[in-house]
């Protein structure tokens, strides 16, 4: 598509720009600082929805590019460009980042700190993630998949509602571990992209190295990369370390529960539903059209490390106590269902995974919100310290049915679709993959209906009989999220009809095509 107005960079600049202007408002502009980040996230929003009206499913791979040097020494460039891949993603960060600012609204204030920093940080992740999804340039990629990282360490480790020191020193550690993990992991991926750049100077057709991803993955579908093979494995491996912790996938996750409980539920939101995300899509992106033989090469081992993570983040769920910790480990399964579809390399699975990234993201998000709330109102994570919230706040513990109910991927709601789309992907390539993958879909009813029980049912226990229902603010930011669950689940063909053609795309790239149907007669030719 040819398109002078630079929107991808206005995408990206806009909530930069944000942060910093409300950085440097005055100090006793709290309340100004809070609708200008909410603003600016809604206009971001516009954008976002703009570049989705504009966008041909059926046009040019990449739309909206834009090309310009950055540094034509080294072959690197500011490229710009998005797919229906990216384009999902997209819309599904600049959705979430508004209704995460309301939902936080006082965040700041009930731990004393700085409103701005908090809102500023906020809109800086959002920024980050917005570049890393549409930038063509590897290296670009890279610089703002490692930048995200600093303000959401900061928002980990500064923010959360337990302001007593051993609350601190918790936070404390668990940013800390976030940190470490994700830069040792960058860092990896740093050698491999170095490597792979060396390995383009050597290689015919380009007259030196290059970082251009459009390039890059022109030489290998032509076979002009030139490097030795167990050299490429290597750097798959790299570039997937990388994303693996980021996603997280077991036994990468390790950072995961921790950060997501010691922080505020918006941040986690954040994290969970947003950033994570970057991990998933690197693989979907990176990882198999840079790698393709790499990747088929160990399909069959990081297949067995995503129906693990489904299983173990589903049976470890079970047993939890702390409401919101038990959320954070049904993270863990649902990106292993987010890996299992890439991986399968099958047309069904990919796009399952894909929808799965945008759906998992609105079904966590209302989910964790929502108890986030509850919590807030109780002052505990324990999910002892519950019961019977139906009879006293039942619009509260309608939405976390719902919400719950989406996270096991009820029929009619939007997880079920992308659920069913990996499993059947899986199913024609690697049936005992999906049939152990199936098992988390008991475990996932036993872990929601089980905590629904225990916290919403039953006598009101005491310390529960004045908790609140949701408040104005609270039910603008649960309507959205729960109207967007029902009409996926009722309706995912605009976002099927985007995501499509891109992961048509991705699969000619790596030479891929669906396994044949088979009958009682034999494969269908």
């Known amino acids: 598509m040819v398109n002078h107005f630079p929107w991808l960079s206005v995408l990206w600049v806009l909530p930069m720009a944000g942060a910093i202007g409300i950085v440097v408002l005055p100090g006793t502009a709290r309340h100004l600082a809070k609708y200008a980040a909410v603003v600016v996230s809604t206009v971001v929003l516009a954008v976002a929805i703009s570049l989705a009206v504009q966008f041909d499913p059926v ?38 980042v508004p209704l995460l600012l309301v939902a936080g609204w006082n965040d700041a ?6 409103t701005h920093t908090y809102v500023a940080l906020t809109l800086a992740v959002e920024s980050t993630v917005l570049i890393s999804l549409v930038a063509l340039d590897v290296l670009l990629f890279f610089v703002f998949f490692e930048a995200m990282l600093i303000p959401l360490y900061f928002l980990v480790g500064g923010f959360g509602r337990d302001t007593s020191p051993e609350g601190t020193e918790h936070r404390s550690r668990a940013a800390l571990k976030f940190l470490l993990y994700n830069l040792f992991g960058g860092l990896i991926m740093l050698a491999a992209i170095i490597v792979l750049y060396v390995v383009t100077m050597r290689s015919d057709g380009l007259g030196g190295g290059t970082f251009d991803f459009r390039a890059l993955v022109t030489l290998v ?32 996750h390790t950072w995961l529960p921790g950060a997501a409980v010691e922080t505020t539920p918006a941040t986690a939101v954040l994290m969970m539903g947003v950033v994570d995300k970057v991990g998933t899509f690197g693989m979907l ?19 067995t490390l995503a129906v693990i993570a489904i299983i173990y983040g589903a049976i470890v769920a079970i047993g939890q106590t702390d409401v919101m910790r038990l959320i954070a480990y049904t993270s863990i399964s649902h990106f292993g269902f987010i890996v299992l579809g890439i991986f399968v390399m099958t047309s069904q699975g990919q796009s399952g995974s894909t929808l799965y990234m945008v759906n998992h993201g609105i079904a966590t998000a209302a989910l964790f919100l929502i108890a986030g709330f509850l919590v807030s109102r109780r002052g505990s994570r324990a999910i002892a310290d519950f019961g019977g919230v139906q009879k006293v706040a039942p619009v509260l513990a309608g939405t976390f049915l719902v919400a719950g109910l989406a996270t096991l991927a009820l029929p009619g709601l939007a997880p079920f679709v992308s659920e069913l789309l990996v499993l059947i992907g899986t199913f024609t390539r690697y049936p005992v993959f999906a049939v152990i993958a199936s098992i988390a879909l008991v475990l996932s009813s036993v872990y929601i209906l089980w905590l629904y029980q225990r916290m919403m049912t039953g006598p009101v226990r005491d310390g529960n009989e004045r908790l609140r229902d949701l408040l104005p603010r609270e039910a603008a930011v649960v309507a959205p999220l729960i109207a967007l669950l029902l009409l996926l689940g009722i309706y995912p063909k605009p976002v099927l009809d985007v995501i499509n053609p891109s992961v048509a795309h991705t699969l000619t790239t790596i030479g891929q095509t669906d396994p044949a149907p088979v009958t009682a007669k034999g494969p269908v030719k």
């Open 59 to 96: 046009g040019d791979r990449y739309q909206f590019v834009e090309n310009h040097a950055w540094i034509p020494s080294f072959g690197t460039g500011y490229t710009l460009g998005i797919d229906g891949i990216a384009l999902a993603l997209v819309v599904l960060t600049a959705t979430l």
């Open 109 to 114: 204030g009930d731990v004393g700190r700085s």
């Open 221 to 252: 579908s032509s076979g002009q990369l030139k490097a030795n093979p167990a050299v490429l494995d290597a750097l798959f491996l790299g570039f997937m370390f990388a994303f693996a912790v980021k996603a997280p996938l077991w036994p990468f």
């Open 285 to 303: 992106r990176y990882c198999l059209q840079l790698f393709p033989n790499a990747a088929t090469y160990f399909r069959p081992a990081i297949l």
